[in-house]
């Protein structure tokens, strides 16, 4: 069995995230314990107990999400030896399983994702996302080609056969909806979001980004992590860093990046962290994998019993 850690993308986020967990685990509840110290404020409290609209808020949900995500791998590792392969999320996720491959400590990628949230929020209002069901790449972006200017939108999440998410301005976003729909499309789904991320108009964001990544140590990863931009596995941290800075502004190649994982021989995907997104792509993507989840006490339970093993020594780095 050749395993590969995912950790969940915005989006995901729900009130009650990871209570079951912490109240069951002890090592999930100091990882919230933790958030609270790096951050000085509840992300439990938040996290558990809301309201939605401020967990929703994406200067909160990305600290909030991570913590999530990173607790959720802190109950799996205290009760079994996982020994992935890869690690690797999607979009914010990506931070999470950064911290699994002891690249950045804990709470240093807290203060990164609050920056990058507080970064994402000041570019609200120029732009937004649109989910692309039932075409695949070549069709959107051909569609697309037609109807606006690449300055004004491009594919920001290759998602899975199927699912397409678009990023760009709001005039051209609705410019291309008859051509999507002329190719094909079954729905066009206007996602809930302040921007239009993944795209150039991020530019900012991800020069913000690099200014901050200064503040902070990076280490080698443990386990080769397969990055949303390149869709390639990595280890060497001033790679590492660098590439993360431009993810902002990228498409998430996340379909590559499965089957990426896939090619290089791994046949068990655990998505740590609220909902199962990540796990409904990857059947998606890679039908003959199998996916497990770690979102509450029931999917841990089960993720344990498939996984075997005993109990792993390796922690997060504070």
């Known amino acids: 069995m050749s395993r590969a850690l995912l950790f969940s993308p915005q989006g995901s986020q729900a009130v009650g995230m990871g209570r079951e967990l912490a109240d069951a685990s002890p090592e999930a509840r100091a990882t919230f314990d933790a958030a609270e110290l790096a951050l000085g404020w509840s992300v439990s409290d938040l996290a558990w107990n809301g309201p939605e609209e401020r967990l929703n808020d994406t200067r909160r949900t990305q600290p909030a999400l991570l913590t999530a995500s990173v607790a959720a791998l802190a109950a799996l590792r205290a009760r079994v030896a996982v020994e992935p392969a890869f690690v690797a999320g999607h979009s914010v996720g990506e931070y999470a399983a950064l911290v699994a491959a002891g690249v950045l400590g804990f709470a240093d990628a807290l203060r990164l994702v609050a920056r990058r949230g507080e970064l994402m929020a000041a570019q609200s209002g120029q732009g937004g996302m649109t989910a692309v069901i039932g075409l695949d790449r070549g069709e959107v972006e051909r569609a697309i080609a037609q109807a606006a200017s690449p ?22 976003l609705a410019a291309t909806e008859d051509a999507l729909r002329g190719a094909g499309a079954r729905r066009l789904v206007p996602l809930k979001v302040s921007g239009p991320f993944h795209s150039p108009h991020m530019a900012p964001v991800a020069d913000g980004l690099a200014e901050a990544f200064k503040s902070v140590t990076w280490h080698d990863a443990s386990v080769p992590v397969v990055g949303n931009v390149t869709a390639e596995p990595e280890s060497d941290a001033k790679r590492l860093r660098s590439v993360l800075a431009e993810q902002v502004r990228s498409p998430v190649e996340w379909v590559a990046s499965v089957r990426r994982m896939v090619d290089e021989g791994v046949d068990t995907f655990v998505e740590c962290g609220p909902g199962a997104t990540l796990s409904g792509m990857v059947r998606r993507i890679a039908p003959g994998a199998r996916t497990l989840q770690v979102a509450d006490v029931a999917t841990l339970d089960e993720a344990v019993r498939e996984l075997g093993g005993v109990a792993a020594a390796a922690s997060v780095r504070p």
């Open 151 to 172: 300055a004004d939108v491009v594919v920001a999440n290759d998602n899975a056969p199927g699912q397409i998410v678009l990023s760009g301005t709001l005039a051209g």
